[in-house]
């Protein structure tokens, strides 16, 4: 099946610790995102890449990396520079401008000790 | 800044009582306008879009949004929810021609049996 993969699902960190969170897509679409769910805030955008090689800050990318090398695979790096890095992240894709209908994958639950 | 907005976080409502959830923008350009749904446990998923043309869209689950330029707003409506409708609901805006795609706080709609 087509989708979105998000991995882990669950991850505990120690502080001061970076992690990366994984996100594989099987879609062929050109777009990717990472967004950060809080409670009450909404989806807030941390970086998305609209082509390999190439991403764009978000409202929130202070503290985080990416990397897009592979059209397929978009993964994030919370650093240890990510002053509340506990939260929900979720990855979307689209299949390019305009295009429309963002696809997500599961989200994979941070927890920071 | 360039934000989006949802007036309202949570929406309580009886069985057939009819909705409204408000959505402003500040973006000046062009902009692609969408409405998504995250029901418990579930992905987000899209409820509907409006690109261009009539500015009144129709979605799934008997959902419709319109549009108001002037007043950068684009409300999603139903005129009779069911329980089923429980759900939380992200007002989302894609910059146009740019993958950059914003959402909302989102509203949490609990509809009572």
């Known amino acids: 099946d087509g989708g979105i993969t998000q991995s882990p699902k669950y991850l505990f960190r120690k502080e001061g610790q970076n992690v990366t969170l994984s996100c594989e897509q099987n879609l062929n679409h050109d777009a990717m995102y990472w967004y950060r769910q809080d409670p009450g805030q909404g989806l807030r955008l941390i970086y998305y890449?609209?082509?390999?090689?190439?991403?764009q800050k978000g409202d929130i990318a202070e503290g985080y990396s990416v990397s897009r090398e592979k059209k397929e695979s978009f993964p994030l790096t919370v650093t240890s520079a990510q002053k509340n890095p506990t939260a929900f992240y979720l990855c979307?894709?689209?299949?390019?401008?305009?295009?429309?209908?963002?696809?997500f994958g599961e989200g994979s639950r941070l927890t920071v000790l | 800044a360039q934000s989006v907005s949802q007036h309202n976080h949570h929406v309580i409502l009886s069985e057939a009582a009819s909705l409204e959830l408000g959505c402003n923008y500040s973006y000046g350009g062009t902009v692609n306008l969408f409405w998504y749904v995250q029901y418990p446990g579930q992905h987000l998923q899209l409820l509907l879009k409006?690109?261009?043309?009539?500015?009144l869209v129709k979605g799934i689950k008997g959902f419709e949004a319109e549009f108001i330029k002037s007043k950068f707003s684009f409300n999603l409506r139903k005129p009779s929810v069911q329980w089923s409708d429980t759900a939380e609901y992200f007002c989302a805006v894609e910059l146009y021609n740019n993958n950059d795609m914003r959402f909302g706080a989102g509203t949490r709609l609990t509809v009572k049996p």
């Open positions: 890449s609209q082509i390999v090689n190439d991403f």
């Open positions: 979307a894709s689209t299949a390019g401008v305009g295009t429309g209908e963002l696809f």
């Open positions: 409006y690109f261009s043309g009539d500015p």
